[in-house]
């Protein structure tokens, strides 16, 4: 039979390492981060644009948690800020005028053709 420890008395060290970023690392970031924001601008997304490379380094080694966008909690119900009604009087159509006043023919306004009349005299 083995023993087992609890967890408060485990001798493993579970600190996270920190990062000892060197110089051409840091250049390398700093390239990366400029390359993230000039596609972000070309594919419109600027709410994930980062505005300091300490930022994006963050980003890259995971110590910024974005919000997990599956998540219900993280859903607003859309309602928009202007009144979208349309604020105008309606007219009456011709064609339910025409019917009110007994004018409507099914035909068109003239079911007779007419000839043109010439002014010249033979």
Known sequence: MTMHLDNRFSTINTRKQTV?????????FVE???AHNKSCKRNNQHSLMYDTVEDYIDYCYGKIKLADPRDYRNFTTYRPKVDTWRQSKEYPSLMEESIKNGTFHK????TSKKEPQSTQAH
Do not use: P, S, V, Y
């Open 32 to 34: 990366r981060w400029r």
């Open 107 to 110: 035909m068109g306004h003239n």
């Open 20 to 28: 000892k970023i060197t110089k051409a690392k840091q250049q390398e």
